[in-house]
Every structure is written in structure tokens, then in C-alpha cells.
């Protein structure tokens, strides 16, 4: 099985901002695009994307998953970078339409077929370092995706930085290109010196969430989470496995959790922590690095509310178990 995101399908939805206005959107090759080497993007980031999911149900049709969410927070990051506006109705409509154009494409459960809509500045004007972009480009790319989990959940290693930063403060929110670049060069080390599959970044003891994916503690019946400020990224699966787990009668503590709390609910019995993102669903933590020291979580394997949780947030996305919230948007 290729590796998550390398494979996509021949063309794309895109459309461009010009003269103030948007263009009708296009089916285009997906295997190039064209930029002015001085492109806003390439020198001073203006750049943010989405990530969502559709899924094929055993009837045969095709489903996406919170749409809505993904594309407001888009509309939210395009608006923090001083891109364009997006003009929402649009995407949603260039997202079913790919989507649909490609429903044969989209794989069977545990498969899915992963969207990344992109929005880039694309002004060749290399004297804009601290102004907007006028024009832009902006695309959805469709890229079916297998098992996450294929050979089994692996429990993750995950290293606590309290002095680092994932991104500027003010960019957490903002599903930005620089943020990745920005949180790299410290995962590497990490993943060099103590062979961390990620980090948890807990600036000044704060506990945020890795690079890519936000950070649950589940205790007994409660699961703690950082609640929603400018610092993290506010997932759509955060968001979700919080109204399932609300749904099952566990108790939502959304609120500041330090280090020091973490590692003391860490070392008891029965708990379990997990990171939440599109891609991944729910990722066991099975150790956390501190210190110079490791500390197991729980057993240090996949717990089983963990487990539950995922299955749960599966069941519906794959059209197993009822869809209460009205999170589906079917495509064909
Ligand atoms: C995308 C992302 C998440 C997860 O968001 P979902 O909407 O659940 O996919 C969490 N943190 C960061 C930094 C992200 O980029």
C-alpha cells in the first residue's frame, strides 16, 4: 500500500481570485499547477489548506464527513493570512462536485478517499513581505487513502516539550503552511535523539498538541482536553469524539491541563491518552517522555475507550450506526 497522500487523482476542482472576484471553478490536472517564481506564497507563506474525508457506504454511496466545519475553517484561515475571502457556497459545491466525479475511486472501509482543499497567494510581487496578496489560487486535491492502521494501532511515543512552541501563538488556529515548517525541525530531533514518533508541545507547562493532531486524556468516565483558544488548531475530530463521548455518558472536562497534572493522571491505572486528526481518527499514546525519563500510560498499549471512541466516530462515518448529529453530507 503506497504511503498516506502520495496518490492522487488525475484532476482537481480549482479556481482563481483576480480583479477582486472569483472565477468559475474548473476540472484541471492535478499533476501541475503554474506560479510566478515571486508568488506571495513562495516567499512569505500565504498559504492554508483543509483536510476532510469522504466515505463510501455498503449501499455503494458516498458520503462526506462535517464538510461544513472544514470549509468555515478554511474561510477562518483565509481570513487570518489576509488571503481572499473564500466564497463558501462555491467550495462546498467544487468539493461535491470532484468528489462526485470521482465517486467510482473511493475506497471501501477502512479506505477512504482524503480532500485537501488548498489556498495559495499567488501576486508575483516579491515587495509585498508585509501586505496582502490581490490574487489567488485555490484547489481541492483528492487523494484515496487506505488503512491508517493497517498492521495494528501502534501505541505512539511522545516526547513533552515545555520550552519549545509549535508555531507563533497567534498562528495555532490557522491550518498554515509555516506552522508545519515551524514545528519540524524539533520533531526531527526529537525523533533522533529519543525516537519520539511526535511531540506534545506544552509551552511553559501548558499542554497544546502535536504538529499535526490534538491531544485527549481519557480518566475513568472524563476526558480532558485544552479548551478552544488562539494557541491549537480546533479539530473537527476533537469536536466530534467530544459530542460521541458526551453521547456515551462521559463527563467533558474542556480545560488548561499542565504537565505536571498530566503526568500524575498518567501513572495511574485505566488511562489512557490519545491524539485526534482527520487522517488518523484516534492514535493511542502509549508513552510519554519527560525529562529524560519514560513514563507508560496506563499499559502502555491501545486502551479500550480509546478503541470504543474510534469505533464509534467509524461507525457513522462508514454509515454503520445512525447519523444523530447530521454529520454527513451525501455526495451520490
Ligand atoms: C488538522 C490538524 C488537527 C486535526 O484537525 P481535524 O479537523 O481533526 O483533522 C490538529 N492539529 C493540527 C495542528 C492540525 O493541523
Keep these: 500500500m503506497a504511503a498516506f497522500g502520495t496518490v492522487f487523482m488525475p484532476k482537481m476542482a480549482l479556481t482563481t481570485f483576480e480583479n477582486n472576484q472569483w472565477g468559475q471553478a474548473q476540472t484541471v490536472a492535478a499533476d501541475s499547477i503554474q506560479l510566478h517564481p515571486g508568488a506571495h506564497v513562495l516567499h512569505y507563506s500565504s498559504t ?70 488548498t489556498h495559495i497567494g499567488t501576486e508575483g510581487a516579491i515587495g509585498k513581505a508585509a501586505a496582502p496578496t490581490l490574487s489567488s489560487m485555490l484547489y481541492v486535491l483528492l487523494s484515496p487513502v487506505g488503512d491508517y492502521f493497517a498492521g495494528g494501532a501502534k501505541a505512539l511515543r511522545i516526547l513533552l516539550d515545555e520550552t519549545g512552541m509549535r508555531c507563533a501563538p497567534h498562528m495555532g488556529m490557522i491550518k498554515s503552511g509555516g506552522n508545519y515548517a515551524s514545528a519540524l525541525g524539533p520533531i526531527l530531533k526529537a525523533k533522533a535523539e529519543v525516537q519520539a514518533d511526535q511531540i506534545l508541545f506544552c509551552p511553559n507547562g501548558d499542554v497544546q498538541e502535536t504538529g499535526a493532531a490534538n491531544f485527549l486524556l481519557i480518566d475513568g468516565n472524563e476526558i480532558i482536553t485544552k479548551g478552544l ?48 486528526g482527520t487522517a488518523a481518527v484516534l492514535t493511542p499514546i502509549g508513552t510519554f517522555i519527560h525529562n529524560g525519563k519514560e513514563i507508560k500510560v496506563g499499559s502502555g498499549e491501545a486502551g479500550p475507550t480509546t478503541q470504543k471512541l474510534r469505533q464509534a466516530l467509524n461507525d457513522i462515518q462508514w454509515g454503520k450506526a445512525p447519523d444523530t448529529h447530521g454529520w454527513l453530507t451525501k455526495v451520490c
Design 48 to 117: 492554508c489548506f483543509e483536510g476532510l474525508k469522504a466515505f463510501r457506504h455498503s449501499d455503494g454511496s458516498v458520503h462526506l464527513f462535517r464538510m461544513d466545519q472544514n470549509v468555515k475553517r478554511f474561510a477562518q484561515s483565509s481570513r487570518f493570512l489576509s488571503l481572499p475571502a473564500i466564497d463558501e457556497a462555491q467550495v462546498s459545491k467544487m468539493i461535491v462536485d470532484i468528489v462526485a466525479q470521482y465517486a467510482a475511486d473511493v475506497p471501501l472501509p477502512p479506505g477512504s478517499m482524503y480532500i485537501r482543499p
Design 229 to 276: 483558544d488562539s494557541s491549537f488548531l480546533h479539530g473537527v475530530t476533537r469536536s466530534s469524539i467530544l459530542t460521541l463521548a458526551a453521547d456515551l455518558g462521559m463527563t467533558i472536562s474542556e480545560r488548561n491541563l499542565t504537565v505536571r497534572e498530566l503526568l500524575e493522571r498518567a501513572a495511574k491505572p485505566g488511562v489512557e491518552a490519545a491524539l485526534s
